[in-house]
Structure formats: structure tokens, C-alpha cells
């Protein structure tokens, strides 16, 4: 999964073979080596005290940890001034693909998503996910339709009808209307 990292410079970053991106670092908070951070994780443990991150490749340990709305702010071991926070900006916080948690009910990671063949319950195909837009309420799967208008599709039970990762394929049951004509 390329991650789009926002800011005035646009840029698509991928975690290394064998890794997943949990977060990534968006700049320094104050001058004690504070990080800004955009968590890419539903599971929140992750950012806690004495959780192991690996950033710039090197194993690091969380400090301390706050959270305001959507951010995280990390204090991670070894980072103990602006300077050497600054040199993090941009890098992604990754975990060992070998620890992802799982759970009871099917679930799948964003990056799992990313780049599935959208395919009607019809059998015809939509298109591929590009992106994956977490609104609070669900997230909505954006479509690339080549030179057609991107569909939005709803994360919900109703319309994903099956999604199966191995296969590369998310089978979608569309409500009339939904895909755009022009």
C-alpha cells in the first residue's frame, strides 16, 4: 500500500517488505522531541507506553503517549530534542507484518483493500479501490474507473457482499443510482 503523505510536498511512501505502516510521523511538538502523529491503525495499543515501533527501520520504544481528536503525540525512545524529530517527519511507524492482531469476525487492513477489482454482483467489473476514505460513520471505498467518473462505495454489510483478499476481488451489491452515468 502506498501511503499519500500530505503537506506541501506530495509523497507516496511503502512500508518495507515484511512490514505494515501503523502511523506515520508528521512533524515535531515543541522542542523535548514530541511527535505529531497520523495513527493508519484501528488498533490504538499500538501508540502505547512500552509498545515496540520500528521507524527509519530502527526498533523503538514508546515513551509516552496522548491523544487529541484523530493525532497521537509520541514521545519514542531515543528522540529527545526538535533536531532529532524533525529528521523523523514523514517516516512511517511500522509494525512486523508477524504481529498484526486478529480477531473473532472478518475484518480485513486498509491495505488489504487498496487495489482490490471491484466487481458487481452481476459479474461485471467496476473498477479498482484506490483509496480508502474513513468518514466516522463507515468508511467509503473510492473506485477508479479509468476515464470514467471514481464510484464511492459504502463500507457497509448490505452492499460489500464478500471480499475475498487472496483473490484480489470485493463483490459490491450497488443500490440503483449509484454508479454515475457521465
Known amino acids: ?42 488498533f490504538p495499543e499500538r501508540f502505547e507506553p512500552g ?16 491523544w487529541q481528536k484523530d493525532r497521537v503525540y509520541l514521545y519514542i525512545e531515543g528522540v529527545g530534542d526538535r533536531e532529532s524529530a524533525e529528521r523523523l517527519r514523514g517516516e512511517l511507524i511500522e509494525v512486523p507484518e508477524s504481529e498484526r492482531p486478529s480477531a473473532d469476525e472478518p475484518f480485513w487492513y486498509l491495505d488489504e483493500i487498496e487495489g482490490l ?12 479501490v484506490r483509496e480508502v476514505l474513513r468518514t466516522g460513520a463507515n468508511d467509503v471505498y473510492v473506485v477508479e474507473r479509468g476515464s470514467e467518473r471514481d464510484l464511492l462505495v459504502p463500507a457497509l454489510a448490505d452492499v460489500v457482499v464478500k471480499i475475498d483478499v487472496s483473490a484480489g476481488v470485493m463483490t459490491v ?10
Not at 506541501?8 to 511538538?29: C, F, H, L, T
Not at 515496540?52 to 526498533?59: C, L, M
Open 117 to 128: 477489482l471491484v466487481v458487481g454482483v452481476d459479474g461485471r467489473e467496476l473498477g479498482t
Open 1 to 42: 500500500m502506498a501511503l499519500r503523505l500530505g503537506g506541501s510536498q506530495r509523497e507516496d511512501r511503502m512500508p518495507r517488505d515484511g512490514y505494515r505502516a501503523v502511523g506515520v510521523i508528521e512533524r515535531p511538538r515543541g522542542l523535548n522531541g514530541e511527535l505529531k502523529a497520523l495513527p493508519l491503525t484501528d
Open 51 to 66: 509498545a515496540r515501533v520500528f521507524i527509519a527501520s530502527a526498533a523503538r520504544q514508546v515513551e509516552r503517549s496522548t
Open 173 to 182: 451489491d450497488l443500490p440503483d443510482g449509484l454508479v454515475p452515468t457521465a
